[in-house]
């Protein structure tokens, strides 16, 4: 069965260094991979994908992230983080019968 | 922009009430699901529409019904809430089967209370 892991909870970075959130997944056949982001009291919002192609793949609010098939990985990343930046971040994966498969969230705190 | 509106951002319940949690879309989509949040656990997929009176059982269903009369609505019936039904409820939308991988969109959510 298709599944996603986030193996940190929480994500602490100073305003202006670089940030990464991890995410590994695992799949049957091609993985189709998504990033999305939540603030306080709003739903998810769509940052970015993969479905075939560059394994970097360039997104919302100046987000990438990059696809790594031998490591099953599809790690988020932004070279400057804002403060603003600080919210819930899920990782999914599409399955078998063409939904979503979500990852457990990484929280991310980006200190002033 | 794609606009998902779920009628109640927090609702309180009893144990034992029937609950109906609406969501509505603008954008014509044909797919609709409903996920809960819970903390540590991410979301977790309940029920999904493919289409108009379809329905189908996602990976939490129990306890949980569905209705999909209009293409733009997909309501969510809790039968009788239970304690460990509080949760957060969010509605998401997306374009049908040929558009496999576009996006899902998302409701601002239902903090749902069952005391």
């Known amino acids: 069965a298709q599944s996603v892991a986030q193996p940190e909870d929480q994500v602490n970075v100073a305003e202006g260094n670089p940030l990464t959130v991890k995410c590994t997944y695992s799949?049957?056949?091609?993985?189709?991979l998504f990033w999305y982001v939540q603030y306080p009291n709003r739903g998810l919002q769509f940052l970015l994908k993969?479905?075939?192609?560059?394994?970097l793949v360039k997104g919302s609010y100046g987000f990438e992230a990059e696809f790594n098939k031998s490591q099953t990985s599809f790690h988020l990343k932004k070279p400057s983080a804002l403060v603003s930046d600080s919210a819930l971040y899920f990782c999914?994966?599409?399955?078998?019968?063409?939904?979503?498969?979500f990852g457990p969230g990484t929280r991310l705190s980006v200190l002033p | 922009d794609v606009k998902v509106t779920q009628s109640s951002r927090y609702l309180v319940k009893r144990t034992g009430e029937k609950v109906f949690l609406e969501c509505v879309q603008d954008?014509?989509?044909?797919?609709m699901f409903w996920y809960r949040q819970d903390p540590g656990l991410g979301l977790r997929l309940i029920y999904f529409?493919?289409?108009?009176?379809?329905?189908e059982k996602g990976d939490i269903p129990e306890g949980y019904s569905v209705s999909r009369e209009k293409k733009e609505r997909f309501s969510l019936i809790l039968e009788s809430a239970s304690t460990n039904q509080t949760s957060m409820y969010l509605c998401?939308?997306?374009?049908?089967?040929?558009?496999?991988?576009?996006?899902?969109?998302f409701g601002d959510g239902t903090r749902l209370s069952i005391l």
């Open positions: 954008m014509d989509h044909e797919n």
């Open positions: 998401a939308s997306r374009s049908g089967q040929t558009k496999i991988h576009q996006p899902q969109h």
């Open positions: 993969y479905i075939t192609g560059d394994n």
């Open positions: 799949v049957s056949g091609n993985p189709y």
């Open positions: 999914a994966v599409r399955d078998r019968r063409q939904n979503f498969v």
């Open positions: 529409s493919y289409d108009v009176k379809m329905k």
